[in-house]
């Protein structure tokens, strides 16, 4: 089939390669496998993006097919390292400090960015975006557009490109909107609190399709409008591994930021407990961090006598982080113990489902990342409080290391994969 006689697709975007981090593996790999389904993808993005995370790995990803266009942007981050490159930084990742312990620049920035930044940092680019995508949008006979956010301010340029144009219009939510956990730390007015939904509750009812990537914001949205809401989640890809040997130490990993409220204390104390019970564990285990990990976790981590069997990597490239998944005993995964974060499904979740390793993952009660494990038979779940199932378990993960016997048995992977995904998505088109 050639290009002529597939239907073209303008997907607007702020995370694309060489950002790393989740938020920019989801549409580099729908755009991977649109093209199989007769779909031509076109790529929005700026032109000169502050990312705080950079992955040039991700770059050979990119389809050599595939049209990008690139418009300028006005980045505020840049003007807030004014007053502190470090705490500018910091908060552009999403690293926000506890209350008590932020310094008056880092409440400064945080009152600038959620009071004067609605819906956030990059809403100065949706009028040039406006203006420049209508005359694109035109020219080139585009009929359906694809907003993703975060950052939401992206809908917004959607939501004017419709009106203007009449185009058919996607809103995809990576994450939730006003009822993400971090809005409580932006020291919000009230005025502000009220715009963020007005604007929310717009861009919601004004799509014509809205994808999420959980079943908990579906019905959170489905209380907002009636516009048809499709759950399509993150997932898995083939992945390519240079030869690798697994870990000889009772290795368990986390992938990704440990941030200082995604701290299961439960967890530091159940290992904690294990060194002192049992007179090999010392000797055998490890705890590999890969990403950042707050102050706020490592004291934690030491007040359990934890650190010195901490191996704390830092971030690494998208192919390094995949290596150290298959090469691990066991894969940690923590969410925030709250309930806003129910509905948070991290993207590595599915790398982690097709590592072959076992998942043990612990966050809030109710969590859609609950549901999907034990779907899968790929780990298991426990809240803040499990602490002898918890305890068990490790034990029982343990002993079938030491045996040489630490398996899973991952059952109905494929619907995650991200052709499949793919696949589901091209019907909405």
Known sequence: MTNMNKRKVLIITYYWPPAGGPGVQRWLKFVKYLQ????????????????????????????NTLTI????????YKFAGLFSKKTAKTISKGIISEDRKQGFIEKLLLYVRGNFFIPDARRSWVKPSVAFLSDYIKKEAIETIITTGPPHSMHLIGLELQKRLGVKWIADFRDPWTTIGYHKQLKLTAASKAKHKALEKQVLNAADQLIVTSFTTKKEFQLLTHKPIEVITNGYDKETVAAFTMDSKFTMSHIGSLLSKRNPEVLWQVLGDLMTENESFPKDFQLNFIGFVSEEVLASIAKYQLSNYINNIGYVSHNEAIAFQRKSQILLLVEIDSEETQCIIPGKLFEYMVSNRPIIAIGP????????????????????????????????????????????????????????????LSKLL
């Open 365 to 424: 009660i109710h969590s859609d990342v609950e549901k999907i494990i034990k779907e899968t038979n790929t780990g298991k779940y426990f809240t803040y409080d499990d602490y002898d199932a918890l305890k068990t378990s490790i034990l029982e993960h343990y002993l079938a290391y030491k045996n040489k016997a630490l398996q899973v048995y991952p059952v109905g992977l494929q619907k995650y994969s991200r052709k499949s995904l793919t696949q589901a």
């Open 36 to 63: 199989d389904f007769n779909i031509e993808p076109v790529v929005y993005i700026p032109e000169n993006p502050h990312y705080p995370l950079v992955d040039d790995s991700l770059v050979t990803e990119v389809p």
């Open 69 to 76: 266009v690139k418009h300028p942007i006005k980045e505020p």
